[in-house]
């Protein structure tokens, strides 16, 4: 119980413990009022030899139920559901010679190519199997839960509840169904995942450099604060932010949220040094840089993605300029290869606008993004019925994208708690958290008359845990400052958070057959029904 105690003392905390030095970089502030005095900080958890144990278990759960039985389920060895769109891209992006789609026949050419590329690099080397086109998924799956882990130990300064959040990840539906399946919402969540971890990094590290000045007594030198130097980890969430754009259309949301985010914690850092004017000396010293990073970076990243369609000359709608698209107009002065990639861009566009429900596109498995968050509309990916091996009578293998309901039917409560530690405590860890979730959520509101289905929501998933292994983390420390006088409400919080790990975890199990394609029985198969908006 004293690792418990010690391990989830917030920032803030003055008790005992591995925490207990940092003050200034805690993690219930979003900028300190002038006049507070700054003790030393520490940027992150203290305990590495604990952490890296505890890493390496969360690893090797994450790589069990990531490749366990991973080739199932498929349809007769072919691709099930949207796999059947993009693991024959991947191939034919791999076979073709170019590394770009060339030929139209394959059919929805609509997303651009990073997504492919992460496919063919598996189907490279384990050929067209469902190892093939699975593996890559599955192996940014387990790096989407280290992740996880690490950017919560991170912010909560705290290995137990950095293990709690990987916990949570390793048992989410969500991120399992996604993580064993050939499509591309996983690669976007992983690069996404990998740009948001660099934004918190870079928090830190702007912080540890505001604070050398400040004790060298320079933080006043000017009246905009110090200049801080090229800031690597914003540089590399720049790159992230353009292949999660180069993977799927949607990653321009996640550009215009962490940019927000990124400006805030520049803001917040220089209130909290006591800068004269931190607003002025964010515009005056952070807006280029970060701009240059995290807006135009994801636009070059994105264009590099297309070289290989400008090198190849078959690429679709390589030549549209003379063909489809006029050689006179206003537009003629662009050169023809770029005319035609927009002509590429404008199709891909009009395709997705036109996939409306007012236009007669309709899926019995389509659903609304107010559904989302307690995953009341999951998807049936494959199911086959008949004989199998779970003795007499007939068997089901199903799987279902669902998420884990022990953490998904609390994500309202859990987004309300991060709303009231945002304005009450100015908590920078949930106000992250919800920039992220609203990121992957919000904007699907834009435009309610589109088909849409519950896959679109991987992105929040990550969040969703991060969110809840949060508020695991109130509940102790809540209780950890007064455990030697009131011993009895910490063991009660305690126990409150062991109780609720373990019914995610059973949760978890309960839903594997179904998450995995394992047969099951025909009883067994509608007692997973847990709702009637699930069958």
């Not at 910490?490 to 126990?495: F, V």
Request: proline share 6%; charged share 15%.
């Amino acid at each position: 119980m004293g690792w418990v105690t010690s391990a989830v003392l917030d920032a803030n905390s003055t008790a005992p413990g591995p925490l207990a030095q940092d003050s200034v970089e805690n993690s219930t502030d979003l900028g300190s009022r002038p006049g507070r005095t700054i003790p030393r900080p520490i940027f992150g958890p203290t305990d590495r030899f604990r952490g890296r144990w505890v890493g390496l278990v969360i690893l090797i759960l994450a790589t069990v139920t990531r490749f366990w039985a991973l080739v199932y389920p498929t349809d007769q060895g072919t691709p099930v559901f949207d796999e059947k769109h993009y693991v024959p891209q991947g191939w034919q992006v791999l076979t073709g010679g170019n590394w770009i789609e060339d030929n139209p026949a394959y059919g929805l050419v609509v997303h651009p190519p990073v997504g492919k590329w992460m496919l063919a690099i598996g189907e490279s080397v384990f050929g067209y199997t469902p190892l093939g086109w699975r593996i890559m998924p599955a192996l940014c799956g387990i790096g989407i839960i280290m992740m996880v882990y690490l950017v919560v130990r991170r912010m909560s300064r705290s290995t137990l509840i950095g293990a709690l959040a990987g916990i949570f990840a390793i048992c989410d539906g969500v991120l399992v169904v996604q993580s064993r399946l050939g499509m591309l919402d996983i690669f976007q969540a992983f690069f996404m995942l990998a740009a948001f971890t660099a934004l918190i990094a870079d928090r830190d590290q702007m912080r540890e450099r505001m604070h050398r000045v400040y004790v060298e007594g320079r933080i006043s030198d000017s009246r905009f604060g110090p200049r801080l130097g090229f800031r690597w980890w914003r540089f590399t969430s720049g790159v992230m932010l353009g292949l999660t754009c180069g993977t799927k259309w949607s990653g321009i949301y996640f550009v215009i949220f962490f940019v927000i985010l990124a400006l805030g914690f520049d803001v917040a850092a220089r209130r909290a040094y006591h800068v004269q004017r931190p607003w002025v000396g964010t515009l005056v010293r952070d807006v280029v840089p970060s701009g240059m990073s995290l807006a135009v970076m994801p636009v070059i990243i994105y264009l590099l993605a297309f070289i290989p369609w400008f090198n190849s000359e078959t690429s679709v709608y390589r030549y549209q300029v003379g063909n489809t698209v006029g050689l006179v107009g206003p537009w003629a002065w662009v050169p023809a290869a770029w005319r035609s990639l927009w002509y590429y861009e404008s199709s891909i566009l009009n395709f997705h606008e036109g996939l409306t429900n007012s236009a007669g596109n309709h899926h019995p498995w389509e659903s609304k993004p107010w559904t989302w968050p307690m995953g009341l509309r999951p998807m049936l990916y494959a199911i086959e019925n008949g004989p199998d091996k779970c003795g007499s009578g007939d068997c089901v293998r199903a799987q279902m994208l669902v998420g884990t309901p022990a953490m998904w039917w609390l994500a309202l409560p859990m987004l309300a708690w991060g709303l009231w530690a945002v304005v009450v405590r100015r908590d920078w860890r949930y106000a992250a958290v919800l920039v992220g979730y609203g990121a992957a959520f919000l904007p699907w509101f834009a435009n309610l008359d589109r088909q849409m289905y519950f896959f679109y929501a991987t992105a929040m998933a990550p969040f969703l845990v991060m969110g809840l292994a949060l508020c695991c983390g109130d509940i102790l420390s809540a209780t950890a400052r007064t455990a030697s006088r009131r011993p009895e409400r910490h063991i009660l919080a305690i126990l409150v958070v062991c109780l609720y790990t373990g019914m995610v975890i059973a949760n978890f199990l309960w839903l594997w057959p179904i998450l995995t394609g394992a047969p099951i029985s025909q009883e067994t198969w509608r007692l997973q029904i847990w709702l009637p908006s699930w069958g």
